[in-house]
C-alpha cells in the first residue's frame, strides 16, 4: 500500500495537487488434509490451492483558486478523480490420493474424477468531476 501526493502553487492564489494512491494485495492459500483425519479419510486425503492477485489505483487532481478583495473572499474548487480496481483468482481442488506424500505439491496425483478448478477475474472504474465555488461577506 503506497501514497502520495504533489502540491504546487503557479501563480499567487493558485494551488493545484495531485495524490497517487496504490493498494496492491496477493495471497495464496494452501492446504492438504491427510487421511489420518475425520474429514481426510471421507475423502481419501484432500488437497487444496487457492491463489488471488488484486490491485487498486485512485487518482486525484485538484485545483483551489483563492482570491480576497475588500470585504469579499472568493474560494473555487474543480477537480477529476479516477480510480481502477482489477482482480484475478485461480483455484484449484483435488481428493482421492494414494498417499498423502505429496500434500498439496502434486493436484494431479488425486482421482481425475474429484479434481475442481476454478478462475476469476473482474475489472472495475469510475471516474468523476467535481467543483465548489464559496463566497463570504465580511466572514
Known sequence: M???YITI??????????????????????SYIPKTTV??????????????DASD???????????????????G???YAFQIYNSEGLNATSRDFL???????????GAKDRQETG???SKRSI???FGRVNYSYKD
Not at 9 to 30: C, H, M, T, W, Y
Open 57 to 75: 489505483y485512485l487518482l486525484d487532481v485538484t485545483a483551489t483558486y483563492t482570491k480576497d478583495f475588500n470585504d469579499h473572499k472568493l474560494k
Open 39 to 52: 474429514e481426510g479419510q471421507r475423502n481419501n486425503g484432500a488437497a487444496f490451492v487457492n491463489r488471488g
Open 99 to 109: 498417499t498423502d506424500a505429496f500434500l498439496y505439491h502434486n493436484l494431479s496425483a
Open 2 to 4: 503506497a501514497n502520495g
Open 127 to 129: 471516474a468523476s468531476y
Open 9 to 30: 502553487k503557479p501563480i499567487a492564489g493558485l494551488e493545484v495537487k495531485g495524490q497517487l494512491g496504490i493498494d496492491r494485495r496477493f495471497n495464496k492459500r494452501s
Open 77 to 79: 474548487l474543480v477537480g
Open 119 to 121: 478462475s476469476s477475474a
